[in-house]
T-cell receptor, first 113, second 114 residues
Framework: AQTVTQSQPEMSVQEAETVTLSCTYD???????LFWYKQPPSRQMILVIR??????QNATENRFSVNFQKAAKSFSLKISDSQLGDAAMYFC??????????FGTGTRLQVTL | NAGVTQTPKFQVLKTGQSMTLQCAQD?????MSWYRQDPGMGLRLIHY???????DQGEVPNGYNVSRSTTEDFPLRLLSAAPSQTSVYFC?????????????FGQGTRLTVV
């Protein structure tokens, strides 16, 4: 079974600074997707960014980018120019051939002035 | 386009009571699933469905029942509520993974069992 590990329960970043959230996963599959979801206090799950395993190029979405290291099974999220609205829980998720999402335990990001 | 509609948003049950959490999607997604979210544990899969008439168990299925009679609806039934089922529940849907694997989530149900 696949596992997803987020080793940072909480992180803090100053407004306008850059922060990186870590995620590692364990799988024997070669074809899969990886996601970062954001969960603000409203509880809504919001897709931040996705990465297809077959793509070598790291995905980017505006201020959000990933560092995908397939051999190391690492998938970190970098948030640039952090904003107060980025404060939330962030979940890393794996989606493989079983068509099920497996989530990490989440990282709570605080953004300070 | 409503996306994934999940009801109710809040519910308080007494131990032993039964109830159904409703989930409906209007995007013609094949895949639907139910998760529970507990502090420090992320989201854990309860049951999922890859199409109408097909369901399967996830990581934590005990005490829950599902059915998928239509593509649009995927209700989750609590057969006899227990305090251990106090949690936030999310329904999600997605296309098949050969097209687009992104999951869309409902707004969640906060369930308290007393």
């Amino acid at each position: 079974a696949q596992t997803v590990t987020q080793s940072q329960p909480e992180m803090s970043v100053q407004e306008a600074e850059t922060v990186t959230l870590s995620c590692t996963y364990d799988t024997s599959e070669s074809d899969y997707y990886l996601f970062w979801y954001k969960q603000p206090p409203s509880r809504q799950m919001i897709l931040v960014i996705r990465q297809e395993a077959y793509k070598q190029q790291n995905a980017t979405e505006n201020r959000f980018s990933v560092n995908f290291q397939k051999a190391a099974k690492s998938f970190s999220l970098k948030i640039s120019d952090s904003q107060l609205g980025d404060a939330a829980m962030y979940f890393c998720a794996y989606y493989g051939t079983a068509s099920k999402l497996t989530f990490g335990t989440g990282t709570r990001l605080q953004v300070t002035l | 386009n409503a996306g994934v509609t999940q009801t109710p948003k809040f519910q308080v049950l007494k131990t032993g009571q039964s109830m159904t959490l409703q989930c409906a999607q209007d995007m013609n997604h094949e895949y639907m699933s139910w998760y529970r979210q507990d502090p420090g544990m992320g989201l854990r899969l309860i049951h999922y469905s890859v199409g109408a008439g097909i369901t399967d168990q996830g990581e934590v299925p005990n005490g829950y029942n599902v059915s998928r009679s239509t593509t649009e609806d995927f209700p989750l039934r609590l057969l006899s509520a227990a305090p251990s089922q106090t949690s936030v529940y999310f329904c999600a849907s997605s296309y098949s993974r050969v097209t687009r694997a992104e999951a869309f989530f409902g707004q969640g149900t906060r369930l308290t069992v007393v």
